[in-house]
């Protein structure tokens, strides 16, 4: 059962990469045990796209589309109402420079990202996603600036899609750890889970990042910088969205989920505040 992602990194102790290929689960509440599972097959193309098979996708995006308004009672963007809801997804992306090895993997992760993006301009998609990137390590991330700076002047076909899609923001520091000085724990001996000084920076950082996406979408998407976008992967978590809403038994999910750690999670962008609190309360 192929997954969404795949991660770059090489495991510890193993030689060779590694693909993580995990179920989709749906979390039917806040504090609920049970979970539904959605099966997402991420084809994977050798060939392309023939003109047939984007044709349907763009019939099948159009479908969906209306059943999700016609359920919300919203016209249709054919009916010459205009926008009358915000933008389908935000995907946010927290990164920092890998400063013993050099690898740089937030490139990879966005070229395959931008991949599964549409580059011309009649495409439903093109105004229903956009991307935020946030540097957590401000005039320190030599491979974030590059990137920056090429979407800003580049006119490879990388570059006219990240000019679209991307905003390259620096986390301005604004969450901060209540208390930086305090001693890190015992990993060996910690039975009230408390967290150390780098997972309390990574809670801070992940929280600026949500306060700016919370706005800007009806759904939001977890990414990390290190991972790769399998081919159809967008499609298809569309698809299973559309499917979560439609289940009776499935109304009110909290999260469907496509991969590991804060990687590969869909989330309801009028419960990022609820998420907030719960990170905060952590720190």
Not at 167 to 187: E, H, I, R, S, Y
Request: proline letters at 7%; glycine letters at 8%; charged letters at 25%.
């Amino acid at each position: 059962m192929p997954g969404l992602f795949e991660d770059s990194h090489r495991r510890r102790g193993h030689g060779r990469a590694v693909s993580w290929c995990p179920p989709l689960t749906a979390s039917l509440g806040v504090n609920a045990a049970l979970a539904i599972l959605l099966i997402i097959l991420a084809l994977r193309s050798r060939g392309g796209l023939g003109p047939d098979t984007i044709d349907l996708n763009k019939r099948l995006l159009l479908a969906e589309e209306g059943l999700e308004r016609l359920r919300a009672g919203k016209p249709s963007q054919a009916s010459g109402g205009g926008r009358s809801r915000p933008p389908w997804l935000t995907i946010g992306i927290p990164t920092v420079p890998r400063r013993q090895t050099g690898t740089k993997y937030l490139q990879r992760t966005l070229e395959t990202l931008l991949d599964e993006l549409p580059g011309g301009e009649e495409d439903l998609w093109r105004n229903e996603v956009s991307v935020l990137v946030m540097n957590n390590a401000p005039g320190e991330h030599a491979e974030f600036e590059e990137l920056r700076r090429r979407a800003a002047t580049g006119t490879d076909r990388f570059s006219l899609k990240a000019r679209h899609y991307v905003t390259w923001l620096n986390n301005p520091g604004l969450v901060a750890d209540p208390t930086p000085d305090a001693a890190d724990p015992d990993d060996l001996h910690n039975p009230d889970d408390r967290p150390g000084r780098q997972v309390r920076k990574q809670t801070c950082d992940l929280i600026a990042l949500l306060r700016h996406a919370a706005p800007l979408s009806r759904y939001y998407f977890f990414m990390e910088d290190d991972f790769e976008v399998c081919p159809f992967a967008l499609r298809a978590l569309h698809t299973a969205a559309v499917k979560a809403n439609a289940q009776r038994e499935s109304k009110g999910w909290v999260a469907l989920r496509v991969s590991y750690g804060m990687n590969g999670v869909l989330m309801h962008n009028a419960d990022i505040p609820d998420l907030m609190d719960y990170l905060w309360c952590g720190v």
